[in-house]
């Protein structure tokens, strides 16, 4: 009854999977159908790091991810990637814009294909956002923005549209969905020990 539970999420468009061979993060447990069961989130994109996809992969990745009924993204690793990500049949593109004239042109090369770029933790990558083109989308990445100034983004909370995305790398980052769904499957009641107290 995954489609029914409460508190999912709105949108997680940036998940790894062992897809993800050489994401040391990852763990094998992690597959496409497993994400797919958990359904944390009403609309769930998977985004493997497309140097693991390239060439042959990526057919058998897509087919899957869509047999899942989720939407099919790829994190592309600055503009070294760009060209070959273009070729591919992905809903949405998720770059890593690093701090380089080629990397800004490679944003603009991925909007051109008319599907959605969304900037990956641009605080991470040093990613200067006002080289960005605004088309883009921004991400607030859960793995990493706490990590960082994210007070910086205020300048541009005008200037762009914003996602938010998990960026798991493994099924618990952070947050209890998986736990919700086990003890879900389980019937499991949570037992909340400090019901008044805030
Ligand atoms: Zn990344
Ligand atoms: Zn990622």
């Known amino acids: 009854m995954a489609h029914e539970r409460e508190c999912r999420i709105p949108q997680d468009l940036h998940i790894h999977t062992v897809y993800s061979t050489g994401d ?4 094998p447990e992690q597959t496409v159908a497993f994400i797919s069961r ?19 992969t990526f057919a058998r990745y ?27 049949n992905a809903d949405y593109y998720i770059f890593h814009c690093l701090d380089r004239n080629e990397d800004y042109c490679g944003a603009e090369d991925l909007l051109s294909t008319g599907k959605p770029v969304i900037i990956a933790h641009p605080l991470v990558m040093g990613t200067d956002l006002y080289r960005v083109p605004t088309e883009c989308f921004v991400e607030i990445n859960n793995r990493y923005v ?8 205020r300048a541009h909370v005008n200037r762009f549209k914003f996602v938010l995305g998990s960026d798991a790398h493994q ?17 499991i009641r949570e037992t909340i020990l400090f019901p008044n107290s805030d």
């Open 146 to 153: 706490w990590r960082h100034d994210w007070r910086s983004l």
């Open 62 to 88: 897509e087919a899957e991810v869509r047999a899942h009924n989720l939407r099919v993204g790829t994190e592309v690793n600055g503009a070294e990637w760009v060209k070959e990500a273009m070729m591919v």
């Open 171 to 187: 099924p618990n980052w952070l947050n209890v969905s998986v736990a919700r769904y086990v003890a879900e499957e389980l019937g």
């Open 24 to 27: 040391s993060a990852v763990v």
């Open 38 to 56: 958990v359904a944390h989130a009403r609309v769930v994109g998977i985004s493997d790091h497309f140097e693991f996809l390239a060439g042959e």
